[in-house]
């Protein structure tokens, strides 16, 4: 369907300098949901506190009817249903999921988009069947080059109709530890968390998760669709085609301390020693370092880092702090084994994506 | 502790005139959530799809170590576990619950808190016990005139320390169906919810099911705690007492027709016949009736309403349309048996409370 709108095309609209954020950016805040940073006290992020992002609506998908073929470049295609996908040998993996635009409401200035501070992120179970067995299966053709997925939900976006729709590189696609999903955290996947199949790409930001999955197709080409075309790109300037939005940079997060005041979220803290916790994560490689500084950056000390037995999922740390009476700015940033860190200013795009700079978290200690 | 902040005290904030959201609103906005629309389709809302408001941080509460005292002017104090709770005859009510917020951010000026649109709603079935059950077995003096309800959430607002505590008189916490749920839809609660226990009091705003339940303590005085008397008020200027906010005034939303488009939300609908659904509630009467107009509130049609077996849940309603190529501004009000209907603007007040105006949907027909 053409559709000739006033929002038709276009690149993303940049906010002015000191515009708020409007009731268009408010809909998409209120309707997605980030978690709340004292979530990160558990190792597992439950449904409600795991972050939400859907592009179009939620659709509803009937497990009874619902098929997945994997068909195109193949020698074998296949039509699954449920029944027969969660037949064959499953893997579980923990994986920190992260959406490509979190950090984007802290940019200046702001694109206008969904308007994630830097809670768009959770830690979940996935269980499912491994992408590169069923791969084997159908039996690429030497012509595949790519893999798209293709879920159920549909909608509109800069005035072009669209399933979601991602494509990952083959070699990518049949990565140790990519599933087909069927459960979270044991448990069947929650309706917004792409009942009753989605994928899990460990590593990659959560626009390359396809979630209501319910078609795979190997083309002999780049994928161009939307997602990887237009969406997911890193752009300085709006006309030119920009990098491809990938893999899941580095950031620590502090669960924070004491108590919460209603609307400020800023913190009240008894004075004293404290053991600061909190969650480090990278895409890239394994968390070897978390700084956390009491003075807003101006000195930093290590954190001791807790065991990294989940290779895609965030690591723990902790530091000791002792709360003088006074306002505090805390700070913490996570360095990777491939020598990636968090930058303490962001990293500016035009779609606002992968800004990990490190976020000042207020606390107050009265005498 | 007494804190002297920037922050502490005063009245709530009113926005500018044009004034955006702001960074602090935005935070409320993401760590709280919304149910999405399309989510009405369904009789029940799971976790995750139904909106959550935590005043503080949402605290972990030990199942094994939790114990509820009932206390204050009762002849037998109890002081149960989570077996004795369970082990009591137990209720299952199914609630429409909403937020005393919910709309908050469509007035004008817009008071600074959590900035719901009109999805902070959502429909579940509780299952617990009945409080009056307990309450006849704690054996209420004749002095008793306040239960107060408190909860395990601790925080700061404008200045005061508090454990999140709500207070109803002996009558409304002795009413048919008022609940110690510990079941959400047939599970567990969630975190988020309220695990293990939480007050459910159907027919009220949300500020009144405390939840992480840990104390009931009887009054022989009005409560005076600060959501009661400064909180949760109706006022038209900052320096009034106010009115309490009590029940939800009646609503009805429609699941949005067609496909969104991304950032605005807008929809997207072929041409043709379209069946429109949607919810209305209302927390002091029956619905018993809903009118629809396809003209921005021009002219209005009565829905055909769904079944009215459950007492405090939304109840279903339909209206036939046929979609011609246009821009259209659908609305949808509901009437209920105590005569009270939505109004087509906004009722302000300074807390940003109950404000049920009803909402344009828009939806471009293309050719």
């Keep these: ?37 004292e979530a990160m006290r558990e190792d597992l992020t439950p449904p409600g506190l795991h972050y939400v992002l859907t592009h179009y609506d939620i659709p509803h998908v009937d497990a009874a009817s619902w098929r997945l073929r994997v068909e195109g470049c193949v020698d074998h295609p296949l039509d699954l249903d449920l029944e027969a996908l969660q ?45 590169a067995d069923l791969l084997r299966d159908a039996s690429p053709t030497p012509q595949a080059v790519d893999v798209v997925f293709t879920g159920a939900d549909h909608g509109f976006e800069r005035g072009i109709e669209q399933d979601y729709e991602r494509g990952l590189s083959l070699a990518d696609a049949s990565a140790d530890d990519v599933v ?77 301390p004491g108590d919460p005041e209603f609307l400020t979220r800023e913190r009240i803290l008894r004075p004293g020693p404290v053991t600061l916790t909190g969650r480090a994560w990278s895409g890239w490689g394994r968390v070897d370092r978390v700084e956390v500084s009491t003075d807003d950056g101006l000195t930093w000390s290590d954190a001791d880092l807790g065991p990294h037995e989940h290779r895609w ?55």
């Design 1 to 37: 369907m053409s559709v000739s709108l006033p929002w038709t095309g276009g690149p993303a609209r940049i906010a002015e300098p000191g515009e708020g954020v409007g009731l268009d950016e408010l809909l998409l805040a209120s309707r997605n949901h980030a978690m709340p940073a």
């Design 87 to 131: 037949a064959r040998p499953s893997r579980t993996v923990r994986v920190t999921l992260e959406c490509a635009g979190n950090g984007r409401a802290g940019l200046t200035p702001r694109p206008v988009s969904q308007p994630w501070l830097t809670g768009a992120v959770g830690t979940a179970e996935w269980t499912g069947v491994p992408l």
């Design 180 to 256: 087909l999903a069927y459960q979270m955290n044991g448990a069947p996947l929650p309706v917004q968390h792409g009942f009753p199949v989605r994928l899990v790409v460990p590593g990659w930001y959560g626009m390359a998760h396809v979630k209501w999955l319910r078609r795979i197709r190997l083309l002999d080409r780049a994928f161009d669709g939307y997602q990887n075309a237009v969406g997911y790109r890193l752009r300085q300037e709006p006309d030119e085609p920009g990098a491809p939005v990938t893999r899941i940079e580095p950031r620590a997060l502090l669960v924070p």
């Design 313 to 367: 999922a965030w690591r723990r740390f902790t530091a000791t702090w002792t709360a003088e009476p006074g306002r505090h700015v805390l700070r913490a940033r996570a360095h990777d084994s491939t020598g990636r860190v968090q930058p303490m200013t962001p990293r500016w795009n035009q779609g606002g994506f992968t800004n990990n700079a490190d976020q000042p978290l207020v606390v107050h200690v009265p005498q």
